[in-house]
């Protein structure tokens, strides 16, 4: 089965800093990825996702995703946070080899400090 | 608007009793998913159906039911078999396999 790293657990960034959320998944065979925010008890809403052509990838609220393939990697980055991205992101992968599902990770958990 | 509804937002039983949760979809999507969600585990697939009347299990089928009788709606039943029912349970449908998820707004539900 595939699998989904999230390195972080918990990541604290000042406002209108940079931030970086890692995300590692297990197969390098053909996969599409996925980020997803979640605010507290609210369900997840899509960031972007990757599913073929550009390695990177833009998606909403400023927010942008580098696929890199020989590192089995889609880290998400943002240049300037603000105390409104505070929330739940997930990495999702699915592909060939996943059947139909969708396998997320275990979630990092933002919180921008003013 | 098209989206997914999930009833109720908050839902509390007593130990042994059966619940069903609800969730409806007017995205005319395919495929619909049920995953449960618990504190620093991420989202877990418990059920997921590609058509009506066809649903396969997930990571974590033991103790929940399903059903799809209609494109729309796929509800999950809790029974009194899932040993650590409390959790926040979402929904979520898809046109086509691999692509995007929509999310409903979940339901916690607390087994007291």
């Known amino acids: 089965a595939q699998s989904v790293t999230q390195l972080d657990s918990q990541v604290p960034v000042f406002e209108e800093a940079p931030v970086e959320l890692r995300c590692n998944y297990s197969?390098?065979?053909?996969?599409?990825l996925f980020w997803y925010v979640q605010y507290p008890n609210q369900g997840l809403q899509l960031l972007l996702k990757y599913l073929s052509g550009s390695t990177l990838v833009k998606g909403i609220n400023g927010f942008e995703a580098e696929f890199n393939k020989s590192q089995t990697s889609f880290h998400l980055r943002k240049p300037s946070v603000h105390i409104s991205d505070t929330a739940e992101y997930f990495c999702?992968?699915?592909?060939?080899?996943?059947?139909?599902?969708?396998?997320f990770g275990t979630g990092t958990s933002l919180t921008v400090i003013p | 608007d098209g989206g997914i509804t999930q009833s109720p937002k908050y839902l509390f039983r007593k130990e042994g009793q059966n619940v069903t949760l609800s969730c409806e979809q007017n995205?005319?999507?395919?495929?619909m998913y049920w995953y449960r969600q618990d504190p620093g585990q991420g989202l877990r697939l418990i059920y997921y159906s590609q058509i009506v009347n066809d649903f396969q299990k997930g990571d974590i089928a033991e103790g929940y039911s399903v059903s799809r009788e209609k494109k729309e709606s796929f509800p999950l039943t809790v029974t009194s078999a899932q040993k650590n029912p409390t959790a926040f349970y979402l929904c979520a449908s898809s046109f086509l396999a691999y692509n995007e998820q929509f999310f409903g707004p979940g339901t916690r539900l607390t087994v007291l």
């Open positions: 197969s390098s065979v053909s996969v599409y």
């Open positions: 999702a992968v699915a592909g060939a080899n996943t059947g139909n599902q969708f396998y």
């Open positions: 995205l005319n999507h395919d495929a």
